[in-house]
């Protein structure tokens, strides 16, 4: 008898090669706004470049690399692809470990339930695998029928991942019951269980709430989340209910987990009045850093140090994502890491 397929799904402190961004351009809806989108996106690739390497998806590699003049692009791979929008957490591939190899996972991606084009992020993944951006040894998996985004999902690396119920078993993506995905995702990870998470939204939110905006695994024990002490903020009861609901989990040895509250970012509107989500749990682990949303707030010096508490080995940087907030997105969203 054959010995059976083990299957991990990183952790996203895990070891990483290199990041995904896939870059801002004037055919998407950073037109109005794209000079502060790619100063955004340069803050970003400036960073990450410190620590590791970097891939950039973009339409036109010169005007990237004019863009990125002051840095050094020795560890940048510049791939030109066609896309429709920025959010590589939810079009970039899912790298996981089987039998220690790694493979890359190609999901379907459907604009957060079609309500925005997508046909060309949706083929991103399986183009960069055929350039080979990957590796020799990464192998490659099309899960195109099955709709999943990278920002909707939270793994501890230890064979449990969180998520929550109005995004997963949203209509809009796979239309299967929760046991149905439960089996299926514990298929495609290799996981031992699943934490739902029933209540919080953020205001804004496009993706019918991804678990990126509100809660975030930072080691197997310890869970930061967005806290409201607001009362009078329209997310305070959904807020206060997550925080119920996550001081009602358990590891899987039985013990709680250690909860690390994140102040709710001070509320941002955009032209037409509508609130634009503003979070701090939304913050991207790379190798020897945590890359920090923020929103020029006295909020922001709170929320860093709240994550030096758990990130004691890793340099808290922050960056201005004023600019992403008004596509309805924030930092965690435009990146991918791939281990």
């Known amino acids: 008898m054959s010995n059976p397929i083990a299957k991990t799904l990183p952790a996203e402190w895990h070891p990483q090669r290199f990041v995904q961004l896939t870059w801002p351009h004037k055919n998407t809806d950073w037109a109005h706004i794209l000079n502060q989108a790619n100063d955004c996106f340069t803050n970003l690739a400036a960073a990450i470049v410190r620590f590791e390497n970097l891939l950039i998806v973009c339409q036109s590699k010169q005007d990237v690399q004019q ?21 590589a957490r939810d079009h970039g591939g899912v790298t996981i470990l089987e039998n ?30 055929k350039k080979g951006i990957f590796g020799k040894n990464v192998s490659y998996n099309n899960q195109l029928n099955f709709i999943l985004e990278g920002g909707s999902f939270e793994s501890d690396g230890q064979g449990t991942l969180m998520t929550t119920s109005a995004c997963l078993l949203a209509e809009n993506r796979n239309n299967k019951t929760k046991s149905e995905l439960e089996e299926k995702l514990k298929d495609l990870f290799g996981l031992t269980r699943i934490l739902w998470i029933n209540h919080g939204y953020l205001a804004g939110d496009d993706t019918d709430t991804h678990v990126d905006m509100l809660a975030r695994f930072c080691t197997p024990d310890t869970i930061a989340y967005v806290k ?19 001081q009602t989990f358990r590891q899987s040895d039985g ?85």
């Not at 607001?230 to 997550?242: A, N, P, Q, S, T």
């Not at 890793?314 to 309805?328: F, P, V, Y």
């Open 255 to 339: 013990t709680p987990y250690q909860l690390l509250p994140l102040p709710m970012g001070d509320a941002s509107y955009d032209e037409n009045g509508e609130r634009l989500p503003v979070s701090y749990a939304n913050f991207l682990i790379i190798n020897g850093a945590v890359l920090l949303p923020f929103y020029d707030s006295p909020k922001d010096e709170i929320a860093k140090k709240q994550l030096e508490k758990v990130f004691s080995n890793r340099e808290i940087i922050g960056i201005n994502c004023n600019t992403l907030i008004r596509q309805h997105g924030s930092l965690h969203c435009s990146a991918m890491q791939f281990v």
């Open 67 to 87: 863009l990125l003049a002051d840095i050094d692009q020795s560890k940048i791979t510049f791939v030109e692809l066609p896309s429709n929008d920025t959010w």
């Open 228 to 246: 409201c002490d607001d009362e009078h903020d329209e997310h305070h009861k959904e807020l206060e209910r997550m925080e119920k609901e996550l």
């Open 100 to 129: 220690g190899k790694k493979l890359i996972y190609d999901f379907g991606f459907n604009g957060w339930g079609l309500k925005y084009p997508a046909n060309f992020d949706n083929q991103i993944t399986a183009k960069l695998y």
